[in-house]
C-alpha cells in the first residue's frame, strides 16, 4: 500500500510539470467600452475595435481607429508569445518587440521600443501592455504604460466582446 500510495504521488507530481497549463485565448471581436476605460492623458492611442486571432503561442491583433480627421484607419500586428525580440513593422517604421505569457498562460505582456527621426529629431517610445480576460472571457483589459520625450502616461483600456 505505501509502495502505492509514493507512485502515485510521484505520478501526480510528475505529470503536473510535464503537463502544460492551458493558456488563454483572447480571440474574438472586441469593442472598446469607454464608460469602463480610463484614458488617462492619452486617449489617442485607444483603438475603439480590436479583431484578435490567436493560434497557440501567436497573437494576431488588427486595430481600428479614427484618426483626428475623422477618418478609420486600421492596422495589424503579429506577436509571437515566445519572450524573445522580434522585429514588428509598424507603417514606415520599426519596432522591437517582445512578447510573453504571464501568470502561467492566463496574460500576456507585450512591450515594444521604437526609435524614429523626424525633422530631424530623434524620438524614441516604450510601451508596455499587460493583456487579461475576465467576467468568464468577456472583458478584455490593457493596462497600457507609454513613456516618451513627452514623458509617461498610463491607461486602462477595457473591451467588451
Not at 484614458?39 to 494576431?60: S, Y
Not at 512591450?111 to 524614429?116: A, E, I, L, Q, V
Not at 490593457?142 to 466582446?161: A, C, F, M, P
Amino acid at each position: 500500500m505505501g509502495l502505492f500510495l509514493l507512485s502515485t504521488c510521484v505520478f501526480t507530481s510528475s505529470a503536473k510539470d510535464v503537463l502544460p497549463a492551458e493558456k488563454t485565448d483572447f480571440s474574438g471581436t472586441w469593442k472598446l467600452d469607454e464608460s469602463k476605460t480610463d484614458f488617462g492623458e492619452g486617449r489617442h492611442f485607444a483603438a475603439h475595435q480590436l479583431v484578435v486571432t490567436q493560434h497557440e503561442n501567436e497573437l494576431a491583433v488588427e486595430r481600428s481607429s479614427t484618426g483626428r480627421n475623422g477618418r478609420e484607419f486600421k492596422f495589424t500586428s503579429d506577436y509571437k508569445l515566445d519572450g524573445q525580440q522580434h522585429d514588428q513593422e509598424m507603417g514606415n517604421r520599426t519596432a522591437k518587440v517582445t512578447a510573453e505569457w504571464q501568470n502561467e498562460g492566463k496574460a500576456v505582456q507585450i512591450n515594444t521600443d521604437m526609435k524614429f527621426e523626424r525633422n530631424g529629431e530623434t524620438f524614441e517610445f516604450h510601451t508596455l501592455e499587460s493583456w487579461s480576460l475576465s467576467d468568464n472571457g468577456n472583458t478584455l483589459t490593457i493596462d497600457l504604460k507609454t513613456n516618451s520625450q513627452r514623458g509617461e502616461s498610463h491607461q486602462k483600456l477595457v473591451y467588451t466582446k
